[in-house]
């Protein structure tokens, strides 16, 4: 009779330390899933806040780039009759967009820890590529500046009054040399469309892998 006692007694303090423990592990699960929900919902707020700057960038870029293509048209054919457009257009070369945001939400994650507070791993991933597609947004805006600054800039003092727009040595500005300069601006603003369309759409893709995650 006291041995069955004892035994019960050990098996009621046996089930008494399980049931502690699954508390325990129940609120640690519920404190790290609210975690995880609150960083979500960080997540979304920032990218959403990048997704106008972005999506404001991309407008900028393609404003100019249209312009840009039609001065190549006007150097292309030779038309000296436009040539107070041309001067507004050529003015303009020194236009670009400039996103300037380096991509670390991925890298914060990782350094901080909280990257193992994420389940959903497709959130995860997409957070990385959005990361890689920021790092390659700014390095194609670096090129563009640079190449401005160093060729651009150069070509354009001698032939134009930035005052007034007007082309004094218009023989300069009809030659292939500063058409190749026009084409080169125009290939990279067509790569930075790119880059800027691709990081728009993963932002569209995390935001609704993010907004399916919190329901």
Not at 64 to 81: G, H, L, P, W
Not at 125 to 144: D, K, P, S, V
């Amino acid at each position: 009779r006291y041995l069955l006692y004892a035994v019960g007694e050990i098996l009621l303090v046996m089930i008494g330390i399980s049931l502690a423990f699954q508390v325990s592990n129940w609120d640690d699960n519920r404190i790290k899933k609210n975690a995880e929900i609150r960083f979500y919902e960080n997540i979304k707020e920032q990218i959403l806040d990048d997704k106008e700057l972005i999506a404001g960038q991309r407008h900028y870029n393609n404003h100019y780039m249209v312009q840009f293509k039609y001065a190549n048209e006007i150097i292309e054919t030779n038309d000296r009759s436009k040539l107070d457009t041309l001067g507004i257009i050529v003015r303009n070369l020194t236009q670009y967009s400039d996103f300037d945001k380096e991509g670390n939400i991925y890298e914060t994650m990782v350094n901080s820890g909280q990257i193992k507070l994420l389940q959903n791993h497709e959130i995860v991933n997409g957070i990385r590529e959005l990361e890689e597609l920021y790092n390659y947004m700014n390095r194609m805006e670096n090129i563009h500046y640079d190449a401005m600054m160093q060729h651009l800039v150069v070509a354009l003092n001698p032939v134009i009054a930035f005052a007034t727009n007007e082309i004094k040595k218009p023989d300069a500005v009809f030659t292939y040399e500063f058409q190749n300069l026009v084409v080169m601006l125009m290939q990279i603003m067509e790569e930075k469309d790119e880059v800027y369309t691709n990081t728009l759409y993963e932002i569209e893709r995390v935001l609704k892998l993010i907004d399916e995650e919190l329901k």
